[in-house]
Every structure is written in C-alpha cells, then in structure tokens.
C-alpha cells in the first residue's frame, strides 16, 4: 500500500499538526482518539515523518440511526475518520482504493462517509468513484453531509463501479508487461521477492487510473469494460515457467492510437498523469510509430499469483499462442479468477 501504514491509534501521535484540523471540526475529538487506542488506523507519512493522510475504517450492522435517514444493511462500512494532505500525488485514490478493498474483504452491502461542505476536493473524490449524497449528520452545531455506495451493485460506470467487475458481456484478456514496469504501476500486486522501495509517491503509482503504453496491434480491439488479466512476465536470466505470474485485474476506459493525437506534446499530456513511463520514454514510444495508449481501472490484486505453467497446464493457455495479448475465454477467465482468490470482485 506505497507508504501508508497499518498502525494502532496508540502508536500515532495526536499531537502531529494533521490533527489540528480534526479537533476544530469535531469536538471532543482527543477523547474519541484515546478511546480508539487498540485499534487500527491507516496512516501515511510523508519524507520528515509527519502525517499527511488519515483513515479509520469500522464495520457495523443492521442500523445506522444517527444519519438522516438512516441506514439499514445487513453489514455497512464506515469510514470513521478520512483526510488527506494533498500533495499532487493522487494519493487520495490510493486511500480510496484500501476503502474499496476493505468493503470487498469484508463482504459489506453499503459504505459511507462523512464529510462538511467546505472539503470540496474530497466530496469529488468520493463521488467519483460511486459514493451519492444520501442524508445528513448533525454534529453538534454543525452538519455534515453523508455519501453512501452500494457495494454490491453495479451500473454500468466503470469509475462509480469500482472495484467492481461486470464480467457479464466483456471480453477478457491477458495482458503482458515488463517486469520493471509491472510494480510501479501495480502497487499491491508486488511480488514478495521485490524490493518494496521501488514503490514511490508518485501519481502512477497512486492513482485508481493506469496508463499503458505499447505497440501490439491486438490491444485495438479493447472496447469500455473489457477484462484485463496483467500477466507479469520472467525477469531477465529466469525461467518463465514458474516466474512469469498473472497477477492483477484490471477494467478497459478506453484505447488510443497515436494517430489519434495531432503532436508528441498532445500525447504526452494524455499519458504523463497515469503512465510509468517519463516523458523520454513516451518520446520513444512516439517516435516508434503505431504506438497505442491503455487507460484502465486497477481493481484488484490477485491474492494467489498465477505462474504461466499453471496457466497452462491446469487453466488451458494455448502455449503457441502470442501471450503479449491474449484472449481468454469466459471459463479460462473465471478458474483465474477462483486460483487467483478475487472471484469478491466479480458481478
């Protein structure tokens, strides 16, 4: 999860700056800290070890009755606490993306949050990715507005969706790439054997949107929420049997040619935000010819990686066939998703 860590309450210092804003917002706010001293938080530091981003995260059941409605589920997802320092990173996609999987993981039908007026930023960072205004909170003398998402449903918008999968009529594919790009890009797919210091603060690395770029001419026939399997290949000297691993899943947003963009300077400004590659890279890539641009969304990693001989001898990946872009059948999709313990993400 890059730099963001899990920690007690307890093992956070209150008295960090981060916290000021929190204690004018909410009164009382130290006692309900101290209160909270066994239990986790996700907390990210920044290079002097200061706080820049916050979340607490509670499960609850049945009944939420100090919202206006309320809210009645089976299991709900509170996101108790959540405030980032931002810093042009895209971090707070990041923090979105542990809410996410924390919903997943805990099989819960609706999460929501809190969150006053004045915090423009993160109302449209919530709303982005699928939380609606649902109700009020008063707390105290002040109102805070309540944004809610069903977790258990999907409408057909991959970014609201997330990180729910509608497999229902989408193609499914396998998709390589380089080792040296594959964990920058794919944070919480890092193999054990890497080294986690390649994982940086930096806005490919953070954010929900990946770019990737290629020259494969089969990725043209990606469409909008088409499956994309991320297939890691061997490193350099190893044998790809057992080190080339499935390791993610991703959504389709869009593909474009480069004859889709008038100048290199167009398509390094559609790329630059969500793509590993710097702009020396992209030039390459231009100056090639006939390169393509993958936008997708990154919505789960696989819990169980998935080496190539399994792929191919339990799964059925056709070995003679072209594994920079593959297609996958529906059942071939399904038992990689089961092996690869993410079947939760799937609709």
């Given amino acids: 999860m890059n730099n963001i860590e899990h920690r007690t309450f307890a093992e956070i210092d209150l008295q960090d700056p981060f916290f000021q804003s929190l ?13 909270k001293h066994d239990q986790d938080a ?21 009944l939420v009755d100090d919202i206006v409605p309320n809210i009645q589920a089976k299991k709900i997802l509170k996101v108790g606490t959540f405030k980032i320092e931002a ?24 999460c929501y949050v809190t969150i006053f007026d004045k915090h423009a930023s993160l109302i449209n960072l919530v709303q982005q990715f699928g939380f609606n205004f649902y109700g009020t909170k008063e707390n105290g003398s002040k109102k805070e507005n309540v944004y809610l998402k069903h977790m258990k449903m999907t409408t057909g918008n991959i970014n609201k969706d997330f990180p729910l999968v509608n497999s229902c009529h989408a193609n499914k594919y396998l998709l390589s790439i380089y080792p040296k790009y594959h964990s920058v890009m794919f944070p919480d797919s890092i193999l054990t054997t890497e080294n986690k210091k390649i994982i940086k ?22 469409k909008y929420g088409d499956i994309v ?66 936008k997708m969304t990154y919505n789960g990693a696989f819990k169980k990686r998935i080496v190539r001989h399994e792929l191919a001898e339990k799964i059925g990946l056709d070995r003679d066939e072209y594994w920079g872009c593959m297609k996958l059948t529906d059942d071939q999709f399904r038992q990689i998703v089961t092996i690869g313990d993410v079947a939760g993400l799937i609709c």
Avoid at 23 to 35: E, I, L, P
Avoid at 255 to 282: G, T, W
Wanted: hydrophobic content about 30%; proline content about 0%; aromatic content about 18%.
């Fill in 87 to 110: 810093h042009g990173t895209k971090m707070g996609e990041q923090f979105i993306k542990i809410i996410s999987d924390y919903a997943v993981s805990e099989q819960v039908d609706v």
């Fill in 42 to 62: 996700f907390v990210q530091y920044d290079d002097n070890h200061e706080i820049i981003g916050f979340l607490y995260l509670k499960v609850e059941e049945n």
């Fill in 201 to 222: 603060d930096v806005s490919y690395t953070n954010s929900i949107h990946k770019i990737y770029v290629c020259t494969m001419s089969q990725v043209e026939d990606f």
């Fill in 229 to 294: 399997v991320v297939y890691r290949t061997a490193e350099y000297g190893k044998n790809a049997e057992y080190s080339s691993v499935a390791t993610s899943i991703c959504v389709v947003e869009e593909v474009k040619k480069q004859s889709e963009f008038s100048s290199f300077d167009k398509f390094y400004e559609y790329a630059c935000k969500y793509s590993v590659f710097d702009r020396d890279d992209l030039r390459k890539w231009y100056n090639k010819g006939g390169c393509k641009a993958i």
């Fill in 23 to 35: 204690r004018d917002d909410y009164d009382g706010f130290d006692d309900w800290f101290g209160r």
